[in-house]
């Protein structure tokens, strides 16, 4: 999958040779000027965002901020003249995963992106979060709104069968074959009562299971 990444800066040229170093390195890039022209991209679904602390307008911490109480854990590695002590603490109190100082060598900048996509990959192979909706697959354990939600476990292998396989639609047969291999005379009727159930505990969150008729279940983002 190609990461995509958001550039936030209000120098004009910092942007582009980011942008043209970036996607040398095979990224998909995008570039805002400012917070509120960034904030206006975030449906773009976005693997990381280097982000530029002051600006006119609303701060690239306020920015931040402003995400992470959306629930929005999308990466961020601010870049910055401003490198004291305060000035990194502020950074990560507000959600920062990483802060390069300018001027930066674009050999780092493109090392520590590569840093903190694989850290979040490693994160994300053992939990999935969206907004209000967690789902930690170790601990087999789903909340929603910071309240558990009580799933039974085909229930639950049924929702992390979906979410790790998000990128297509999944046939009825194939959940059976996952879930119900060891039961002979399971029917695709049961897959369709099982995520009935499963998206009405989901309740507003519900809308992430979709139902491809004449094909079978999706989730999507």
């Not at 043209?20 to 400012?34: H, M, Q, R, T």
């Amino acid at each position: 999958m190609q990461h995509k990444i958001l550039i936030v800066d209000d120098e004009p040229v910092i942007r582009e040779v980011l942008e043209f170093n970036l996607k040398s390195e095979g990224f998909d890039v995008a570039g805002a000027e400012s917070a509120e022209e960034a904030m206006a991209k975030m449906d773009a679904g976005y693997s990381l965002i280097l982000l530029d602390v002051m600006m006119g307008g609303m701060s690239g911490y306020k920015f931040a901020e402003t995400l992470r109480n959306q629930h929005n854990q999308t990466p961020i590695i601010f870049l910055t003249a401003k490198d004291t002590e305060n000035d990194m603490l502020t950074g990560f109190s507000v959600g920062g995963d990483d802060y390069i100082s300018k001027p930066f060598s674009i050999k780092e900048v493109i090392a520590r992106i590569k840093a903190v996509l694989k850290r979040r990959k490693a994160i994300e192979s053992d939990r999935f979060i969206f907004k209000d909706l967690t789902v930690d697959f170790n601990l087999k354990i789903i909340t929603l709104c910071n309240e558990k939600v009580a799933l039974t476990k085909t229930e639950f292998k049924i929702l992390a069968f979906l979410i790790r396989h998000r990128d297509k639609v999944i046939p009825r047969h194939e959940f059976i074959d996952e879930i119900w291999k060891d039961y002979p005379y399971i029917t695709e009727r049961t897959v369709d009562v099982h995520i009935t159930r499963l998206r009405k505990k989901l309740g507003d969150y519900a809308r992430l299971i979709s139902h491809t008729s004449g094909f079978g279940y999706r989730f999507n983002l």
